[in-house]
């Protein structure tokens, strides 16, 4: 054995290890290609964990995408057993066997038709298999439950020398094989398998928290290559088993710096260059009908409108009952439903667990190809699990939707007890657009206020705007700013009424004081005007007197010089008589 | 006349397990069913596909076919009592 042992790894060292892909969604991811090809695999786990379903999923992929042929030997169920719980997940096994595609071999044993005395070997099993594999040309093998033979057949020490002769023969056949087996107490399988299968062992888990089931799934080792080391949820539905690698582990996406619309005017305009950005994720959380669905409703209908696909989870009401509900607010949902532009997907939260909504979200995801995805709300989901619970779910499907750069919306239930804002669901610091919607309550009366906590790579308004919901949809107003501070609502109407008829009222008061003024200067006119008259009769008066006094003056004067006159006629009458008349001339 | 024992030996070509089993058989039936048995040898090596039929996995197999019901015998068939119980020869004695 160690001759071999060396030997293998030093064949591994020298290329890479040959893998087989298993066609299973995500294990072949898991297992960076595939199962070891040539060489047995191991598959163990408890009752009903999926092991059956693992490996005959393995021949049928097989068979149907890659071309190889498969064996199938069974000794649990009969083929038509198998083929029958098979054909839900649309594996026609008949059809295969027909096509000599695959080859289902049922070996039974029952202990009570068997004596066993003295020695034998399996020989028996080896040429069936042989012959099996050969009439085929089988390249992969599965084996399920090969531990039956223990409970068929007493001699433990022929058991355990048969089964490592027939994984050697196994390789010895270039088969890639399955072998799968019922979880131990202690060890892996109940009869220590695993010491046989040392190349890879993958293990099945199924796991009841809070009452909820998860089935997981975990490498416990591959030998010789890289492989995922976690525990990887998978979930079994109608197209077969999908395990979901989540995380991818490096931050090195691609990033769009398109932007697109909110499905709201006035939310496009608080962002600069007027929306978000392509494969962004955003975060609408608020409290309790604040509108948060109106909000993604309205980001699905515009995404819808660009013709662009959208898918829209909800967790908490039916599609039938949100489309009724937006046609509401003048939104018909319905017509893109109807072109296949959207889709829902309303599970309940309890359905499964968290990693489960995970893998079902992948797989719807995959299968549409949505651009835009809403998830309504995630906070419902905390009912199936812890808040880390969640915000690791989170973490992984954000990782997920950014790589496929598609935009995600979530939405998320605030409480109002919850005064730490930071604590949303703890996803705030993953998303790369955060708006709140918030209750302001004021006067008797509830309004909503909406502001965008934060926005990645963009500018944007720091300010509170009024959201309102009417019946043409959803609308952002600018909230009034008082001297009292802020106002919305009915408060906010009736600041603006007020302020309107205060205008009213000083239009008013200053056409009075107009003609208040105007009065006054008439007033001031005529009073001008009776001074003018006043001072023109002073005038006058002063005049007249003036004029009197001047003819006074002359006829006293006139009167004197007639008296000199007659006085001087006695000298020179003659002279003084001219010099009068001369003297009345000149006057 | 038909034969009240029909039994079926399969084998994988002449090895010792199988040739002693052989052997002993043929030993036990010539003491106590003489002329009422027939004994068919396969040998899966040159029949492969007859593996499947009675669900043959160990090597040597006995396989009493009739009479009713089957029953499988398995090893070199060299404990005499456990064959002639299992061949419903002779009952277990306890």
Redesign the interface.
Known sequence: MPSKKASSTSKQLSHELPKTPTGIIGLDEITVGGLPTGRPTLVCGSAGCGKTLLSLEFIVRGAQEYNEPGVFIAFEEKADELATNVASLGFDLQKLQDQKKIKIDYIHIDRSEIEETGEYDLEGLFIRLNYAIDSIGAKRVVLDTIENLFSGLTNQAILRAELRRLFQFLKDKGVTAIITGERGEKTLTRQGLEEYVSDCVILLDHRIINQISTRRLRIVKYRGTLHGTNEYPFLIDEDGISVLPVTSLKLNKAVSSDRFSSGIPALDKMLSKGGFYRGSSILVSGTAGTGKTSVAASFCNEACNRGEKCMFFAFEESPAQIIRNMRSIGMDLQQHVDSGLLQFYASRPTLYGLEMHLVAIHKAIRRFKPQVVVLDPITNLITVGSVSDVKSMLVRLIDFLQEEQITVMFTALSLNTVVNEQTDEGVSSLVDAWLMIRDIEMNGERNRGLYIMKSRGMKHSNQVREFVISDNGLDLIDVYLGPDGILTGSAREAQMLLEETGQVLQTHAVGVKDRELLRKRKVLESKIESLRSEFESTEEELNKAYVENAIKKEVLEQNRQKLTTLRGKNISDADSEDEIKKTKKKK | MSKAYELRL?V?GK?T?SV?ALNNLKKYCEEHLKGQYSIEVID??VH??L??GD???????LVKKVPE???????????EE??L??LDIRTKQL
């Open positions: 399969y994988a090895t397990k002693a899966l090596l492969p596909q593996a499947e669900q043959i996995l160990a090597i040597p197999t019901p089957v029953r499988k015998i398995i090893g070199d068939l060299s404990n456990k064959v119980v299992g």
